[in-house]
């Protein structure tokens, strides 16, 4: 094989001269710069002298290579005989390949070039800062919990959601529930279960059925109805409202000559309640506490709802609107309902329900191909519990009262995470950890947010009238406002604009601040609020003090929300413009549990209490008893839970001896 030794020659002495050539025509066209050497690439005339001089004595004769120059191989799979390569081919191979090699070098250095510049931006995620922390398990072992908190020992079997659990899902339960006659009547049913002709969950709505005579005879005194009401049955669900329609009703069938049983009359009374004051066809779900947003995508579809169990999550319902006219005067009802116009004109709306929940909605086929649509975000009065999130596996009690901790010490705290991971839910339910006396404020687009503290005052932004958005309040002019009434903690439903800025200025004068994010990693938070439309400068991220990341997993067939790292915000390195973070918590996806690591803050928060390192321990240990307690007695409503949060606050020895008692 033919290598670069057996080719180079002594152009000194005379040599073959094309090769010589070929060298002094790289010289001039390449002449070599002052670059350090390890910037240099090499060129055609350099490796040439290199070989020249290897080959030379120090007087100018041969002298023999005991250890051979490794080959530059020309080619990887092939053999070049000499014999078959005259001296033009040999010069023309060797170029094209150091060429190549020159073009390669030069493309790692542009690489290299990007990566310094990536590293320059990026955020430094530093697990070991400067400063130890305090090891949240004192015998400095990973100690690996379940849903519930429990340490689970090693070796131990982990009860996993499957299919098998999802195909034996088959729960009943009420949905409207109406009173007549002093007596409450259940009217409708609702049904999770497993179909198996589709394998898959469904969430189906047992209404009274009705045959087509009966249908008839119902459209028939709908027609009557419509022409005599003179109440509109707009922001009202009384018992009144309810009363006042069947006496309706009963007026229409005595003057028309109806007759109807006992079961005839209640499933009219049910139908011309959902039809007049209810919302039609939705009316059903509108009723369930455990749905969190509705879904229609058009006509002879069927509508999905998300569900507040992780394990649910989306399920599509046998709930559907048959025709376009049918979703299309539904889409003009909500609009009537929520006090705004919508029209071919203007075919977008967005307001809320008389009861807070939240609607969008398209009408018409102009925009939206599949016909007119909408999604109602529901509003819950009954939030979910720090018992309720133990529960469904997302959070640990050691979690929960490290969070407690932090809260009662003023910490500003953000909840991130992808859309559907429950940030909210979480927001909620870690808000009932402040104590009754501080001075709440909420900012929201969407009234979510229910807590049982009296000091609470809160606000939700409003959308403008017209094309000019007149009468517009954002959330960035309710949170400038609410600096101005001295509260102890601000609460934002959702950062994504410019009221971060008001936020952030907040928390750096001493207001502690809790809200929610749309990102999945550090990285992403650290993007989203120092570009637009936030654009925060990088050294004010400094006054966050924690992040808790929420992800949504899939496993064996049912979906899991977890608290997928709970990352303290040390500081802001201004030598090399990087946050220095620490993890303190993180759930192992291999093993469904949750590891407790060391933490920085409780060396801030220790200071804050005036507590050494082991009291600090002692006292984060009887919020876990509090919150397992809780857990073990199935306290889910939020005021009772949020009672007794205070009980500790006022008498921490009394309830401790409670549970002391069992």
């Known amino acids: 094989m033919w290598n670069l030794c057996s080719v180079a020659i002594d152009m000194s002495k005379g040599g073959n001269a094309p090769l010589r050539r070929l060298a002094l025509a790289k010289q001039q066209q390449e002449p070599r710069s002052a670059a350090s050497d390890e910037d240099f690439s090499p060129s055609m005339s350099g490796v040439f002298e290199r070989l020249r001089t290897a080959h030379k004595e120090k007087k100018g004769t041969r002298k023999k290579i005991k250890q051979p120059i490794e080959p530059i191989s020309l080619a990887r799979d092939e053999t070049v005989e000499k014999k078959h390569l005259s001296d033009d081919e040999i010069e023309q191979l060797i170029e094209e390949k150091l060429n190549e090699r020159l073009a390669k070098i030069k493309e790692k250095k542009e690489e290299k070039k990007?990566?310094?510049?990536?590293?320059?931006l990026a955020?430094?995620?530093?697990?070991?800062?400067?400063?130890?922390?305090?090891?949240?398990?004192?015998?400095?072992?990973?100690?690996?919990?379940?849903?519930?908190g429990a340490e689970i020992k090693e070796g131990a079997e982990q009860e996993k959601p499957d299919l098998m659990e999802l195909q034996k899902v088959n729960e009943v339960f009420p949905l409207i529930k109406l009173r007549k006659d002093g007596k409450e009547q259940t009217y409708v049913w609702g049904n999770i279960r497993w179909v198996t002709q589709v394998n898959a969950l469904r969430y189906l709505v047992k209404e009274p059925p009705l045959s087509d005579k009966e249908t008839k005879?119902?459209?028939?005194?709908?027609?009557?109805?419509?022409?005599?009401?003179?109440?509109?049955?707009?922001?009202?669900?009384?018992?009144?409202?309810?009363?006042?329609?069947?006496?309706?009703?009963?007026?229409?069938?005595?003057?028309?000559?109806?007759?109807?049983?006992?079961?005839?009359?209640?499933?009219?009374?049910?139908?011309?309640?959902r039809d007049f004051?209810?919302?039609?066809?939705?009316?059903?779900?509108?009723?369930?506490?455990d749905i969190e947003d509705i879904s229609c995508d058009g006509s002879n579809i069927p509508i999905f709802i998300y569900h507040r169990n992780p394990k649910y999550?989306?399920?599509?319902?046998?709930?559907?609107?048959?025709?376009?006219?049918?979703?299309?005067?539904?889409?003009?009802?909500?609009?009537?309902?929520?006090?705004?116009?919508?029209?071919?004109?203007?075919?977008?709306?967005?307001?809320?329900?008389?009861?807070?929940?939240?609607?969008?909605a398209t009408y018409g086929s102009d925009i939206a191909r599949r016909g007119s649509n909408f999604t109602i975000r529901k509003f819950t009065s009954e939030p979910i519990t720090p018992i309720k999130e133990i529960e469904f596996g997302t959070i640990n009690p050691e979690i929960l009262a490290y969070l407690w901790l932090a809260m009662e010490n003023g910490l500003s705290i953000l909840i991130s995470g992808a859309t559907a991971t429950g940030k909210t839910s979480l927001l909620n339910a870690i808000s009932l950890f402040i104590k009754g006396e501080a001075k709440i404020v909420s900012i929201e687009d969407t009234p979510e947010l229910r807590l049982p503290q009296p000091?609470?005052?809160?606000?939700?932004?409003?959308?403008?009238?017209?094309?000019?958005?007149?009468?517009?309040?954002?959330?960035?002019?309710?949170?400038?406002?609410?600096?101005?009434?001295?509260?102890?903690?601000?609460?934002?439903?959702?950062?994504?604009?410019?009221?971060?800025?008001?936020?952030?200025?907040?928390?750096?004068?001493?207001?502690?601040?809790?809200?929610?994010?749309?990102?999945d990693s550090f990285n992403a938070v650290y993007d989203?609020?120092?570009?637009?439309?936030?654009?925060?400068?990088?050294?004010?991220?400094?006054?966050?003090?924690?992040?808790?990341?929420?992800?949504?997993?899939?496993?064996?067939?049912?979906?899991?929300?977890?608290?997928?790292?709970?990352?303290?915000v040390i500081e802001y390195d201004l030598d090399t413009n990087k946050l220095k973070t620490n993890i303190a918590f993180r759930w192992d996806p291999l093993t469904d549990q949750f590891v407790s690591q060391k933490s920085v803050l409780l060396e801030k928060m220790k200071e804050k209490m005036g507590l050494g390192t082991q009291e600090v321990l002692h006292e984060l240990s009887d919020r876990v008893r509090v919150?397992?307690?809780?857990?073990?007695?199935?306290?889910?409503?939020?005021?009772?839970?949020?009672?007794?949060?205070?009980?500790?606050y006022a008498d921490k020895k009394s309830l401790l001896q409670e549970i002391e008692r069992g």
């Open 313 to 360: 999550a989306g399920i599509e319902t046998n709930v559907m609107f048959k025709t376009s006219d049918d979703i299309d005067s539904f889409v003009l009802k909500l609009a009537q309902k929520v006090g705004r116009s919508i029209s071919i004109a203007e075919p977008l709306l967005d307001g809320a329900l008389p009861d807070g929940s939240r609607v969008q």
């Open 627 to 648: 919150i397992r307690w809780l857990h073990k007695k199935g306290l889910k409503d939020f005021e009772n839970f949020a009672r007794y949060i205070q009980k500790y």
């Open 455 to 519: 000091n609470w005052v809160p606000q939700v932004a409003r959308s403008g009238f017209g094309r000019e958005a007149y009468g517009e309040v954002s959330m960035f002019d309710l949170l400038k406002a609410s600096l101005r009434q001295r509260p102890d903690y601000v609460i934002v439903g959702e950062v994504r604009g410019k009221e971060a800025n008001v936020m952030f200025q907040g928390m750096a004068t001493g207001h502690a601040s809790l809200g929610t994010l749309h990102a």
């Open 114 to 120: 990007e990566e310094d510049k990536k590293e320059e």
């Open 217 to 273: 005879v119902l459209t028939e005194i709908k027609n009557i109805l419509e022409r005599k009401l003179d109440v509109q049955f707009k922001t009202v669900k009384s018992e009144s409202a309810f009363d006042y329609l069947r006496k309706q009703a009963e007026t229409i069938q005595k003057k028309i000559g109806l007759k109807l049983t006992e079961n005839q009359k209640m499933k009219f009374e049910y139908f011309l309640y």
């Open 277 to 289: 004051i209810g919302l039609s066809e939705i009316e059903p779900l509108m009723h369930d506490q």
């Open 123 to 148: 955020v430094e995620v530093d697990e070991s800062p400067k400063s130890e922390g305090i090891t949240l398990d004192p015998s400095e072992k990973e100690t690996h919990l379940d849903a519930s």
């Open 528 to 568: 989203r609020l120092t570009t637009r439309p936030i654009n925060l400068p990088s050294s004010m991220l400094e006054n966050l003090d924690l992040i808790v990341f929420l992800s949504i997993t899939r496993r064996g067939g049912a979906y899991l929300r977890k608290v997928k790292e709970v990352v303290e």
